[in-house]
């Protein structure tokens, strides 16, 4: 029987059928063996069970559709437009019809546009286990692993599916994202009782789990959905929570919908008290509310989201969902490692050193290579998959005295952040058995009963020159067979390995361009506070002082966010305490993202407003990343920052113009229907000359943004929206009122040309106000705007003076409209932009508009509900070509 048939044929096995069976019998179910899959049978397994994912991740136009649909209004517009069609208004509800199919149609393409390029993007972001294929160490892609799948564990691994363990080294896991349960388990290999809850399968590893510390090899029993993961995940609704940006756009909608809905309630009543048609007043009515509401407002954000994310992607920074760039411009605080963002992350051995003159170099060398995790029987790929100091030593020089041929390891205590150490236990060529600790020097020297008198003294010096410095300590043993943390005792220190990492050439320039925005740069950094003092130094960058980890546990959390807030370097900190001092940072309403690449960053980077990350980082901590950056530059995270404001700025543009200039133009519709014997507009021409208006509108988002308007995060102030409406609508409002004066007393229009009039002056105010309300600067012109911009307010400004005078004008109830009326709307449109000029003057300078001198404080929580999404966003296919 072929494996795949086996595996058709055979119940396929759950997590708790497997944490009960011996290994070598879940291995036999499965159809499988230690040595895993081959190719072929990963392949064919695969079309039986699916591949290994949770869920989809690609545009659906439909979906996008939907959400054009949702305005409550839009759709009884639309139902009262079919009504008025059997009511003999035929033409008007043909013509309402292709302007909100029109009006949608925009909406939904640019929407669309943007979900692909967010599907782009994911596809970019693919995450990778090693497993045993064709009998050797394959890299796969974790979306197709298969039950029978034989993968390796290592510290900081995402378990990639629910597994059953064949080998276990002081594994323990973090599974608090399934069991909430916040301290680690241990895992052994032997079966557990049939009884035993979720948080007791220590022979198995779950799907989403984080490996804390230690080695394994495990065999791959349920994936996809039908793992203990997958079904929390799928009880999750499909939407991720909302960022602070979409919260913000939220509570703005809400405002224009309550004005909307009170300015349609009064207009309605009115014209219904003043005897026009019933229909004809509720159209209009429900025209006034399109008109008000920020109909394309997602399509604008999308676009501008979308065009941000190329322009990301261009400089190499990868983004998992589109809101999350302008929440990087949010950002005040940068807390990040040093090590590749000030240095250039290339380490490299220099020296090693004896810590007394009867030890020569060469023997704390080869002690020092013994402490890795590394394989002595292939030397040549022994630094794969090493930490990049362990890496550095296998790939530094040696002597012929340097040789490990004849040593064995017996057993191994895996580096971690709690002990900060590396220990083995090795048999020597002389048949002598060693335990050699490789680690922290501050931890190695704590663990060691005899430290020579000179020792203190050589790591100060390599400290003070900037070296970044691993201590080598040994004791002999005998008898003793396996390692428990209680044998790193009684050592002998050997000696120092020296590494370098050079400051790089570009790091002032990049810290002075993150400087320029406002984010203050702070280091926390697993060395020594001496040697990262020395870096800053060596950049020439002023330190607002240190903190090691005792000083931050020596502290109350309300000192500590004084004394962080001012601090630059935090040395030999824990990942708690990071995580901490990322907490407390946000307590104190600053905007913090924090830069890490390890699997000690995890837990800071779900603390932080927006986690970045590295291509090259350990999957916990790309799995918490909101962003990754494909170099790990300073320079492109600065560009990033900038891209994010620039989206908000220009997002905050279109929402001022729906509180000005639309939401004066519908105003005073709303009172001329009173107040004249007929409809200032019809409902046709309203919408019209709403989707003209919201057409030449989504060019803002290419839009350039002054320079000032970069230098610092912006939030969402809706009590500043409030005022500019009350002060910009008046405004607009009047030079309305003054074309309905000119029409009726000047030039005696009739209906149509009344109608033609105010809907050309209507569209040359609302096209052309966009250049005074783009920029704070007076006058407008000193800023410039985009070509595109340009181009596009002119478009519709010349389609709104044609259609009077179109072969459609008729239908659409205009007529032309006699040469002085243009001379007369030039001198308008002039007058209009030198008011709205002083206003902004007046408005801008006063103290309520001044920018505060510390932003809010608003502490945005992580819910286990966002870590989940974020956890098995990983599980998801790349989306069809």
């Known amino acids: 029987m072929s494996n795949q048939t086996a595996l058709s044929a055979a119940p396929l096995l759950t ?30 397994r695969r079309a039986v069970v699916g591949q290994n994912v949770l869920r989809e991740h690609r545009a659906r136009p439909w979906r996008v559709l939907g959400r054009q649909l949702k305005s409550p209004i839009l759709i009884l517009l639309f139902v009262t437009a079919v009504v008025s069609m059997f009511l003999g208004e035929a033409a008007n509800a043909v013509i309402i019809g292709i302007i909100l199919a029109a009006s949608i149609g925009l909406g939904f393409v640019n929407e669309y546009r943007a979900e692909r390029t967010a599907d782009a993007l994911h596809d970019r972001i693919r ?158 009515s429900l025209a006034i509310a399109v008109g008000i509401t920020p109909q394309l407002l997602p399509a604008v954000v999308s676009t501008s989201l979308a065009a941000g994310s190329r322009a990301l992607t261009r400089r190499r920074v990868l983004v998992k969902r589109l809101v999350c760039i302008e929440d990087l411009g949010d950002m005040d605080i940068l807390v990040t490692d040093k090590t590749g963002t000030l240095t250039e992350g290339r380490i490299s051995f220099t020296t090693a050193l004896p810590a007394d003159p009867t030890t020569n170099p060469e023997r704390v060398q080869l002690l020092g290579l013994l402490a890795t995790e590394a394989d002595y029987t292939t030397p040549a790929e022994a630094a794969v998959g090493l930490n990049p100091l362990d890496a550095a030593l296998w790939e530094a020089t040696r002597s012929e005295a340097v040789r490990l041929e004849g040593y064995r390891r017996a057993d191994l205590l895996a580096f971690d952040h709690e002990r900060r150490r590396t220990t083995v236990l090795v048999d020597t060529p002389a048949g002598e058995r ?119 546990d020596a502290l109350s959390d309300d000192t500590l966010r004084q004394a962080a807030s001012t601090a630059t370097i935090f040395a030999r ?63 492109v995270l600065a560009d990033g920052v900038t891209e994010g404001r620039r989206i908000f700025a220009n997002t905050i543009k279109y929402v001022l113009m729906g509180t000005s200039s639309n939401f004066g133009n519908m105003f005073s519709a709303s009172v001329a229907s009173v107040v004249l014997p007929f409809l200032p507009m019809l409902p046709g021409q309203i919408l019209l000359n709403n989707l003209l208006y919201d057409t030449g509108q989504l060019a803002i988002s290419g ?54 009039g105010w809907f050309i002056e209507s569209i040359a105010t609302q096209a052309l106000i966009i250049f005074a309300i783009r920029t704070r600067r007076v006058p407008f012109f000193r800023s410039r705007p985009s070509t595109g911009l340009i181009l596009a307010s002119l478009a519709v400004v010349a389609a709104g003076v044609w259609l009077p005078y179109s072969p459609v004008a008729g239908l659409l109830g205009f007529q032309p ?42 502490v945005r929580m992580r819910r286990h509900q966002r870590r989940v999404h974020r956890r098995s966003a990983r599980f998801t296919p790349r989306s069809p070509a």
């Open 15 to 44: 997590v708790r059928d497997a944490v009960v069976r011996e290994s070598a019998d879940v291995l036999t179910v499965l159809s499988s063996t230690p040595a895993g899959l081959t190719t072929a049978e990963a392949t064919a």
């Open 127 to 284: 995450h990778t286990v090693i497993a045993r294929r064709d009998s050797a160490p394959t890299e796969v892609d974790v979306t197709d692993l298969v039950p029978g799948d034989v993968v390796q564990l290592n510290t900081g691994t995402v378990v990639p599916a629910d597994m059953r363990l064949l080998d276990a080294h002081n594994l323990a896991c973090d599974e608090s994202i399934v069991t909430g349960e916040s301290l680690p388990t241990a895992k052994s290999t032997p079966p557990v009782l049939d009884s035993a809850g979720i948080g007791d399968l220590t022979s198995c590893v779950l799907m989403g789990t984080v490996v804390q510390s230690g080695t394994g090899i495990a065999v791959v029993v349920a994936t996809g959905a039908r793992t203990e993961f997958g079904r929390i995940a799928g009880g999750l609704a499909a939407e991720q929570p909302q960022t602070e940006f979409q919260r913000g756009l939220g509570r703005f909608s809400v405002l224009l919908l309550e004005v909307a809905l009170i300015l349609t309630t009064v207009i309605f009543v009115a014209n219904v008290l003043l005897q026009r048609p019933v229909l004809d007043a509720l159209l209009f």
């Open 434 to 552: 060693l335990v050699v600790t490789k680690g922290s020097p501050e931890e190695v020297m704590g663990i060691c009963s005899h430290i020579p008198a000179g020792a203190p003294g050589i790591l100060d010096h390599e400290y003070a020159a900037g070296g970044r410095v691993v201590a080598v300590a040994t004791k002999p043993v005998a008898g003793l067979s396996a390692l428990s943390p209680g044998d790193e005792t009684g050592l002998t220190l050997v000696g120092f390995l020296v590494f370098l990492d050079r400051p790089k050439p570009d790091a002032r320039a990049s810290l002075d361009q993150l400087a320029s925005l406002g984010i203050a740069v702070k280091i926390a950094t697993g060395d020594n506070a001496v040697v990262a003092e020395k870096v800053l130094r060596d950049l020439g960058i002023a330190s607002g002082g240190t903190m090691t980890g005792s000083d931050i």
């Open 573 to 635: 900190v824990s990942p708690e305490q990071k995580a901490r001092i990322i907490r407390l940072l946000r307590r104190a309403g600053r905007g913090v993202g924090f830069l890490g690449d390890g699997v000690n960053d995890a837990l800071a980077l779900h603390q932080a407003d927006i986690g970045i990350s590295v291509e090259s980082a350990a999957d916990v901590a790309k799995d918490a990343a909101d962003v990754l950056l494909l170099e790990k530059d300073l320079g």
């Open 703 to 756: 839009d350039r943004v002054d320079p000032e308007q970069l230098q610092a995060p912006s939030h969402w102030d809706i009590g500043f929206i409030r005022r500019f409406m009350l002060l910009f609508g008046p405004i607009s409002s009047l030079f309305d009122f003054a074309t309905f004066a000119l029409m009726m007393f000047v030039f005696h229009a009739a209906e149509g040309e009344f109608q033609a």
């Open 817 to 858: 409209l006699p040469a002085p009326f243009f001379l007369a709307l030039v001198g308008m449109v002039i007058a209009y932009l030198v008011c709205v000029e002083l206003a902004k003057s007046w408005f801008f300078a006063r103290p309520a508009q001044q920018p505060a001198p510390q932003p809010p404080v608003v």
